[in-house]
């Protein structure tokens, strides 16, 4: 069955960074796009990025923009998001996705197959 299992969360001052990763099995990776959500306490899942099949091409949300970058390697089964100029309201439950395109630019949560069990990321002021 598809699995996505998100690492790399934790405890940052603002202006700091991190990194997540996101390793998947059950599915073909290198066919589809990936990306990643967030959620925040008491507010709805919100679209951070994505890439597409062969990382060839991302789409960010204007929040993050300049700030995160999304990349993957197809050899490892595994989606990355590293995070910089990190910033309190970046603090959330990060979310992996899978997409059955090959791209993918939408930010309707809906639209994606399969969703990992989350990460949390508290950003301190």
């Known amino acids: 069955q598809v699995q996505l299992v998100e690492s790399g969360g934790g405890l940052v001052q603002a202006g700091g960074s991190l990194g997540l990763s996101c390793a998947a099995s059950?599915?073909?990776?290198?066919?589809?796009?990936m990306g990643w959500f967030r959620q925040a306490p008491g507010k709805e899942r919100e679209f951070v990025a994505t890439?597409?099949?062969?990382?060839?091409?991302?789409y960010y949300a204007d929040s993050v923009k300049g700030r995160f970058t999304i990349s993957r390697d197809n050899a490892k089964n595994t989606v990355y998001l590293q995070m910089n100029s990190l910033k309190p309201e970046d603090t959330a439950v990060y979310y992996c996705?899978?997409?059955?395109?090959?791209?993918?630019?939408?930010?309707?949560?809906?639209?994606?197959?399969?969703w990992g069990q989350g990460t949390q990321v508290t950003v301190s002021s």
């Open positions: 059950g599915f073909i990776f290198s066919r589809n796009a």
């Open positions: 996705v899978s997409s059955s395109s090959r791209y993918s630019y939408t930010v309707d949560a809906h639209a994606y197959d399969y």
């Open positions: 890439i597409s099949w062969s990382g060839g091409a991302t």
